[in-house]
């Protein structure tokens, strides 16, 4: 074991070097003062790759580590060197690990709800779910705050998502592909592709037939909003089918081979190439799922040779495209699952339990500065070593990413203003 | 004593000189517009909307929950004490001084702030020494003094007028006059302290000041606030010259007609004319059974002759297992039926969930048509044990009902529909109180749970005197305490299973059921009220009694005299003059058919949010109490009306009216109902006399994110947005066009799959009758055809056998698939398919199974020139039928 570790995994002198990690040293006001001098990157991201990991990952055993707790806590997994100095993450996360300068670690991501549904619904939409109301996610508030061009779908969920529209409406839902792609596989999305070796040609001809018999309402569109928003509608589905812009979005085999060689060929890999690929093409909001996180048993065998693997593959590959197109200063990237897993190893079944009180996210792309650990768990990652932050407070630094102001007032359907998110405040390291 | 009286009238006198009976025709602005006047304000009636109306408690401002620069008013008002502390305490801890200085009151922050004598960040509110500026100081001079609501007067009505105003021409305006009315007999004018709202400002702009405006033709309500009154006034102009007693002659046959015309009358506006036949089947048949006519339904009204089809047509729908289906999922969007809050309510075995039987229970009360209330009442008052049962034959009852092969239904054998109770999100006594106003009373009274009802009476007070009804009420166990416990312990111990726990003892219970064993099973019961208890219990799930409940906007309930305290409310509900239970359903029902409710949103039984026409509301609610709560009653009232029957098509009077129902509303179709109606579009005439009524999506019994990922019709019923059954919101369902149902229904797999199957599909049944089979598909068939098909079909044999069903299912599937790219053209002939012998014939039966008329000669020209003109005839059929499906008449209701 290397020498000198606090328990967040960082060597004591790097806390020097590295200024504000871990302490709350930068406050709002200063950094709103920052920012309003031009000090920090404020450019916000235009579209946005969010990826959800079900089940809960052990923060202990990917991303924050504790080996120098006990035996009961500290689990199979040895840290490893990152790119960056004195940040340290899971042996199982190689590639990541050389790609630490592009993404944030939040350390100490805090809340209590334990049971898979409810936080599923708060880290998707970033305020703590209600029984009497259901809150749009991300993507549905990011697609109503910043739209989307004609011809694409603006917000795309590969293969669906958990984030929903709530009250803002089904207009605001998820075009949800259905399935994933597959290396040297079509990939079909459903409603895009043109099925049964249809033509563009074909398409349009049908259309010509449906304008002229469509015409029981006509004169009286404009008189009811339903009739006139169904035609608007159906003209966009129609741009969007005959597009060859979208359609080209969603055929991965139209990258180039040196790209496309950087993706692994698992499907949460090609998932990721897609991902940048719709990203690239202009689609607002895409959405991932990873899962298979939720290890009450087996948990170490299970890390090892599934989903750190998998995870390290895709999201790795996924920064550096991104990177590479020179996309990831538009694209915010929010990796996260529902809470982390009981830091006790529970012995009887090998594995880790729901635990919402500490937890880890990962933030890139924007303004966010990559290479920083922000936060930290205590001793034996049990609760976070100050104050931690809320998933709120993600949320709201993720809005102002966008440049999406995160306290601006939606009217639910019985008038009652809500803010996209009441409790949560910018964490101003991230884009220091 | 006798010595006591006078004075305590002079003291009254002094601190109260104005109250006492006598009436204040002069208002505020005149009685405080010299400095000099000795009147002192009272802080209810004078003060607190003041500050209100000076925007003071604004949600911006200081009636921000944080409050604003360390002052906080309560949200709309009525928390008077919180309110006069915050006045007139000091803040200790942020060395805040008190608002109001009773030493030098020119120094008090509460006038120097709002007349900017110091910094406020909300900027001027009043000027120094006009009447606003002193009300206050007359009422700090005074000792600044609460109000006792013990002993004060209390708030009786706000009498507004006039009581409707009807605007003929343009630059008309109206003065709103307010009177406010106390126990104690006195009045007041208190129009210049009255908040005022227009639901409607292009119709009619009212100012602070309570001046009506007239705006453009229409009808609307402005509303007046002052303490808890509500008030709204309608204001109406006339959409014609053809108004009052220039108003045509207009049929209206029934009594709902007439009530509606009395009101489009003096609003100028002629109902449309009446639907044709064929528009009025396919409206009636999706709004009574959510269902499409047949083709062969369509055809055959069209050709009966006789005058009382209509009639006839609606009783025969009324009496289908769909209307059963159709009106249970409304009633299961009502309460809330959604198999994520139902988590381990009963064991899990099979595809039987608590949902299930929700749904089934209600289904069976509605096609037996038991009358509203008493269906409403086996929820409401709903114990998971019959009467009598004891704990273990109610679980021996409910073992039986849950064996897979049981032939005892949940729906006949149970007289309750307990799982109301047991809802995830329906356990605290606040979530009860709110979900039930919401269920069975159509009011959204949250509001009032943090701050007094913006649009309605209601004061937290009356929230927390609701909530007490449900403190102690119906207890949700997943095992029974008190003497039962002993019988689930005796259970459990027979069973073996007493150490099992959580997950464990989860996956045990089915097994034990499925082999013929008597499980415990969760319950709900009423549990008595033991207001004696002050301790909270140990028991977490069982919070501390309440003594005394109030019904809203009715009496006290001393909770210590009766069992069940549900009892009372389910009481107070059946009575005649309940102002909501009778109308919210009501009006939802007639929301069901116009689109809009009378009251809208149908949810929204508030007072600033009046039915459009109180007088038709009034005669439903009441026909519907005097016929026993007979749904069908309700049913045949509305839809043999001549205002249901009017046409989409409107005319230049009534073409913007979309709340007086002039004429009927083009709305899409609900999302199950557009679903099922893909089905059945797309399906040979044999195959759609097979659909089942439970195989359609009305039927579904339970909603919910697992639902909502379950297979196809997830996806589908997602994006037409199905009731999510979640939040207490008729909202939860909506009928909003997306980009993404347009995207389904032109290009989306499932479609597509549905137009081009093989078995049951209209197109492959039409392709063969016309002779047009696949040749294609023959020709393109690999050597090993035979060989393949033959393995293929042997192992659906193989798995059927062996009773697999998974198995044999996957392996029917890629039989299927295989047949269908390959595969002869399936066309043994369906006993009852019509056969059809031309193009002519097709295209009629494509329109009559679509859009559920015939074509008109238009249509007929352009399709058989489509289709003609294409190559690959069944190419151009099906491209018809994708077209219809497409248009706007087949995914509307007009």
Known sequence: MTLHKTCDGVKRRDMMKLGVLGSMSLTLPKFLRMAHAGEVNDAPAKSAIFINLPGGPSHMDSFDLKPNAGEDYRGEFNPIKTNVDGIEISEHLPKLAQTMDKFVILRGVTHTLAAHRLGQEYVNAGTKPLPSLEYPGYGSVVTKELGSPKDLPPFVAIPNTNQRPGFLGVKYAALNTGGSPQPGRPFSVRGIALNNGQTVEQVQKRQGLLKDLDATFSGFEKNNQLLDGLDQFSQQAYAMITSKRARAAFDISKESPAFTKKFGTQVFDQSCLLATRLVESGVRFVTLTLGGWDTHRDNWNRLSERNLPQLDSGLSSLLVGLEEKGLLESTAVFVTGEFGRTPKINRERGGRDHYPRCMFMLLAGGGVRGGQVIGESNENATLPASKGYSPDDVAASFYHNMGIDHTKEYHTATGRPIMIVRDGTVIPELFS | ?894
């Open chain 2, 1 to 894: 004593m006798k010595r006591c009286l006078p004075l305590f009238m002079v003291v009254i006198g002094l601190t109260l000189p104005v109250f006492g009976g006598e009436t204040l025709e002069k208002t505020v602005v005149e009685r405080f517009k010299s400095a000099d006047t000795k009147e002192v304000p009272n802080f209810r009636r004078h003060v607190v909307p003041l500050m209100g109306r000076l925007g003071c408690n604004g949600r911006a401002c200081h009636g921000s929950f944080q409050g604003q620069g360390g002052f906080r008013r309560s949200l709309f008002g009525y928390d008077f004490d919180m309110d006069h502390g915050n006045l007139t305490k000091a803040d200790e801890e942020n060395k805040k001084d008190a608002r109001v200085d009773l030493d030098f009151p020119e120094d008090s922050l509460m006038v120097l702030k709002p007349t900017l004598d110091m910094p406020h960040k909300g900027g001027k509110r009043m000027d120094v020494n006009r009447w606003e500026y002193n009300l206050f100081m007359n009422w700090i001079k005074a000792g600044a003094k609460n109000v006792d609501l013990e002993k004060e007067a209390k708030f009786e009505k706000l009498e507004v007028t006039p009581k409707e105003i009807v605007f003929q021409g343009n630059d008309e305006s109206v003065q709103l006059k307010a009177i406010a009315v106390w126990s104690d007999g006195s009045r007041e004018d208190v129009t210049p302290m009255c908040r005022f709202k227009s639901n409607d400002d292009q119709i009619a702009n009212i100012d602070e000041n309570g001046l009506v405006e007239v705006g453009k033709s229409g009808d609307t309500h402005v509303v007046v606030f002052y303490d808890n009154g509500v008030v709204p006034i309608p204001v109406m102009r006339p959409v014609s010259k053809q108004n009052g007693d220039d108003y045509p002659e207009v049929e209206a046959p029934t009594i709902v007609d007439q009530l509606v015309v009395q009101k489009l009358r003096k609003l100028g506006i002629v109902p449309s004319e009446k639907s044709a036949d064929a528009e009025f089947l396919r409206r009636v048949r999706i709004d009574i059974t959510g269902t499409l006519p047949t083709a062969a339904e369509v055809e055959s009204f069209l050709n009966d002759t006789s005058d009382d089809k209509r009639a006839r047509k609606i009783n025969e729908l009324l009496e289908t297992p769909e209307y059963a289906a159709w009106w249970t999922t409304k009633l299961c969007d009502l309460t809330g039926n959604n198999d994520d809050n139902l988590n381990n309510v009963v064991p899990r075995v099979g595809n039987r969930y608590a949902s299930t039987d929700w749904f089934e229970w209600i289904n069976k009360r509605v096609q037996d048509n038991m009358p509203y209330d008493e269906l409403m009442a086996g929820i409401v008052v709903a114990n998971s044990r019959n009467p009598g049962e004891s704990y273990r034959d109610y679980c021996e009852k409910m073992s039986e009902i849950y064996r897979p092969d049981s032939k005892v239904s949940f729906a006949e054998n149970r007289q309750d529909m307990p799982y109301y109770w047991a809802r995830r999100n329906f356990r605290t006594p606040e979530e009860r109180a709110i979900g039930f106003a919401y269920t069975f009373m159509g009011i959204r009274i949250q509001c009032a749970q943090c701050h007094k009802h913006p649009f309605d009476q209601w004061t937290q007070v009356d929230f927390k005197q609701f909530t007490n009804f449900f403190t102690s009420v119906a207890g949700y166990r997943a095992r029974p305490t008190g003497e039962a416990a002993k019988e689930y312990n005796a259970l459990v111990e027979e069973l073996g299973i007493k150490k099992l726990r959580g997950n464990e003892l989860r996956r045990k219970l089915p097994e034990m059921i499925r082999a013929g064993k008597t499980v415990p099973f969760s319950e709900v019961m009423a549990i008595k009220p033991r207001p004696n208890n002050n301790r909270r219990p140990n028991n977490r799930n069982q919070p501390v009694s309440s003594r005394r409940a109030k019904l809203l906007g009715a009496e006290v309930i001393d909770l210590t005299k009766i069992d069940d305290s549900r009892k009372p409310l389910m009481d107070w509900l059946r009575r005649k003059e309940n102002p909501y239970f009778a109308k919210a359903f009501v009006n939802r029902v007639w929301a069901g058919y116009f689109n809009v409710g009378i009251v809208d949103p149908p949810d929204d039984l508030s007072l600033a949010n009046p039915p459009s026409n109180q007088a038709l509301l009034d005669h439903l609610a009441m026909g519907f109490i005097d016929n026993n709560f007979d749904m069908k009653w309700l049913h045949r009232e509305i839809a043999n009306s001549r205002t249901y029957q009017t046409s989409w098509v409107p005319n230049e009077a009534n073409r913007l009216d979309e709340r007086n129902f002039s004429h009927s509303i083009p709305r899409r179709m609900p999302a199950e109902v557009a679903y099922d109606a893909l089905q059945q579009a797309t399906s040979s005439n044999s195959e759609v006399d097979k659909i089942r009524v439970a195989s359609r999506a009305i039927a579904l019994p339970s909603a919910g994110r697992r639902s909502q990922n379950r297979g196809t019709t997830g996806y589908a019923l997602t994006i037409f947005g199905r009731s999510i059954r979640e939040s207490n919101c008729d909202c939860d369902r909506t009928s909003e066009a997306s980009l993404l149902q347009t995207i389904y229904l032109q290009n989306d797999k499932d479609v597509q799959a549905l137009i081009d199957r093989d078995r049951g599909g209209w197109l492959n049944s039409v392709a063969n009758d016309l002779g047009l089979a696949k040749k294609k598909a023959i020709a393109n068939r690999p050597p090993n055809y035979e060989k393949i098909l033959a393995s293929l079909k042997a192992r659906v044999k193989k798995f059927r056998k062996a009773g697999n069903e998974g198995q044999t299912k996957a392996a029917q599937v890629k039989l299927d698939q295989y047949l269908k790219r390959f595969g002869d053209d399936g066309s043994k002939k369906k006993k009852g398919d019509v056969k059809v012998d031309s193009i002519d014939a097709v295209i009629k039966q494509a329109y009559l199974r679509t859009v559920n008329r015939y074509p008109s000669n238009v249509e007929l020209d352009r399709t058989t020139a489509y289709i003609e003109a294409s190559e690959d005839k069944v190419d151009g059929i099906r491209d018809v039928l994708w077209a219809l499906l497409n248009t706007k008449e087949f995914i509307v209701n007009r």
